[in-house]
C-alpha cells in the first residue's frame, strides 16, 4: 500500500469522530460549558386560584357577629367557697344571686329582609340578642324559630341596606373542595379560616337528632358556631355547628357543618309558620339482620308498625313488608347497606307535608309500588 493510499484511509475515522463531535456539542450545549436558556414556567390556567380573597369579600358582609346574655340565678358562690360561711350554710340554704351569663356565635345573612340563619345553641335560653355586623352597625334581634332537630335558629333584624350571602350547592360539593370558614372565634372579631371538606354525609356522632354533616379541617372554634362555610367562589354551602374536641384543646380539624340546602328548608318554614312542620308517613322500620334477609331473599327495610289511619295505612303498606327502595333509593343494594338506609332516613327526615314519594316493597314474594302522600304530624295539626 502506498503513502497516499494509506493517508486517505486513516482520514476516514477522524472526519466521522470530528462531525460526531460538532452535532454532539450542537445538541448539549452543556458540554461547551454554556448553560441551557429554560422557558420560564406558565401556569395552568386550569388550575385554582391562588388567593381567596374575592370569595372573602363577597361573603363576609352577610356574615354577622352574635352576643346574647341570659339572666342566671344561682346559689352565691362567695358562701360555699369561704370555709368561714360553709360552716353555717349547707347546699339548700345558701342565698341565691342573679348574674347575667353572656355568649358568643356567628351568624350568615341569608335573606334581604333581614333573615340570619345561626345554630340553636349559639342563642337558647337567650333573654338579650345583639348582632354586630361586618360594616360596623350594632343591632338588636328578633328570635323568629329554631328547628332543634337541626340545631338551628332563625333571627331577624330591621336594617337597610343588607347584603345577603349567594347560595351555593351542596349537593355538587366533592371531598377535597375547598371550603373556608368564616366566624367570630374566641369573640377576637371577623376572621376566616381555610381548609378542605373532608367528608360528607357523617352522621352518628350524637351531635344532632338529624345529622348529615359536612366534614371539614378549616379551623373552627369556639365562637364559629352559626358562622358561614362557603366555597372557592363565596358561595354558602352550610352553616358552622360542631367541632371534634376530645382533648380539652380547641380546634383538631375535625369540624362539622350542617348543609345549607338543609339549613334554608329549615328557615323558609320557620319563616313561614314560625316552626318546623315535619312530614308524617305513619310507620316504623328496622335495618334486616342475616337471618331476615335469608327468610325474605332481601335486604332492606323490615315494617316493623304502621300507625292508624296515617299516609302510608292509606297507601296500603302493611307490618312485616320489606321496603326495598325509596323513590330512587335502593335498600337491597349490599354494597351499601347503611349509607343507603341513611338517605332514606334523610329522604324522610327532609319531606315536607304534601310531598309524594314512592315506596317499593315486597311482599309474599311479589314486588309493590305505592305513592304515599305525606301529611302533617298529629300533634302539629292547629285547631
Not at 493510499?5 to 454532539?24: E, Y
Not at 376566616?192 to 345529622?211: F, P, T
Given at each position: ?33 454554556q ?16 388567593s381567596?380573597?374575592?370569595a ?5 358582609p ?28 349547707n ?29 340553636n ?34 333571627l ?11 347560595l351555593?350547592?351542596?349537593n355538587?360539593l ?23 371538606v ?23 372554634n ?15 354551602i ?11 384543646a ?10 345549607a ?21 305513619g ?32 297507601a ?7 321496603i ?5 333509593i335502593?335498600?337491597s ?22 310531598t ?14 305505592m305513592?304515599?302522600t305525606?301529611?302533617?304530624?298529629p300533634?302539629?295539626v292547629?285547631?
Amino acid at each position: 500500500m502506498n503513502l497516499k493510499r494509506l493517508l486517505q484511509f486513516a482520514a476516514w475515522p477522524t472526519a466521522v469522530g470530528v462531525i460526531i463531535a460538532l452535532l454532539a456539542m450542537l445538541l448539549f450545549p452543556q458540554l461547551r460549558g454554556q448553560q441551557q436558556v429554560v422557558a420560564p414556567a406558565v401556569a395552568n390556567s386550569n388550575t385554582g386560584p391562588y388567593s381567596y380573597a374575592d370569595a372573602v369579600a363577597r361573603a363576609a358582609p352577610a356574615v354577622v357577629n352574635i352576643y346574647t346574655a341570659k339572666k342566671v340565678i344561682e346559689r352565691d358562690p362567695r358562701y360555699y367557697t369561704n370555709p368561714y360561711y360553709r360552716q353555717w350554710f349547707n347546699n339548700s340554704n345558701i342565698p341565691l344571686q342573679e348574674r347575667m351569663q353572656r355568649t358568643l356565635g356567628s351568624g350568615v345573612i341569608v335573606d334581604a329582609r333581614g333573615l340570619i340563619l345561626t345554630n340553636n345553641h349559639v342563642i337558647n335560653g337567650a333573654d338579650k340578642i345583639q348582632v354586630l355586623l361586618n360594616d360596623g352597625r350594632y343591632t338588636s334581634a328578633e328570635l323568629v324559630g329554631i328547628d332543634s332537630e337541626n340545631d338551628l335558629a332563625v333571627l331577624k333584624i330591621t336594617l337597610d341596606n343588607l347584603l345577603p350571602i349567594s347560595l351555593g350547592q351542596p349537593n355538587s360539593l366533592r371531598v377535597g373542595d375547598i371550603a373556608l370558614a368564616i366566624g367570630n372565634p374566641f369573640g377576637v372579631g371577623q376572621s376566616v379560616s381555610q381548609g378542605i371538606v373532608s367528608a360528607l354525609g357523617r352522621w352518628g356522632l350524637g351531635i344532632n337528632s338529624r345529622e348529615n354533616f359536612i366534614q371539614t379541617d378549616a379551623a373552627i372554634n369556639p365562637g364559629n358556631s352559626g358562622g358561614a362555610l362557603i366555597d372557592a367562589r363565596g358561595n354558602l354551602i352550610g352553616i358552622n355547628t360542631a367541632i371534634l374536641d376530645e382533648t380539652g384543646a380547641a380546634s383538631v380539624g375535625i369540624s362539622f357543618a350542617v348543609p345549607a340546602d338543609i339549613a334554608m328548608n329549615s328557615l323558609k318554614q320557620i319563616a313561614e309558620f314560625g316552626e318546623i312542620r315535619r312530614a308524617w308517613l305513619g310507620f316504623s322500620a328496622a335495618p334486616m339482620n342475616e337471618k331476615l334477609v335469608k327468610i325474605y331473599g332481601s335486604s332492606g327495610l323490615i315494617v316493623t308498625g304502621v300507625e292508624e289511619g296515617s299516609p302510608v295505612e292509606n297507601a296500603g303498606l302493611r307490618r312485616e313488608d320489606v321496603i326495598i327502595k325509596v323513590n330512587e333509593i335502593s335498600l337491597s343494594d349490599t354494597n351499601f347497606p347503611e349509607r343507603n338506609i341513611h338517605a332514606v332516613q334523610n329522604l324522610v327526615g327532609n319531606l315536607k307535608p304534601g310531598t309524594e314519594i314512592s315506596i317499593t316493597v315486597l311482599r309474599g314474594g311479589k314486588t309493590l309500588e305505592m305513592k304515599v302522600t305525606a301529611g302533617v304530624r298529629p300533634t302539629e295539626v292547629k285547631t
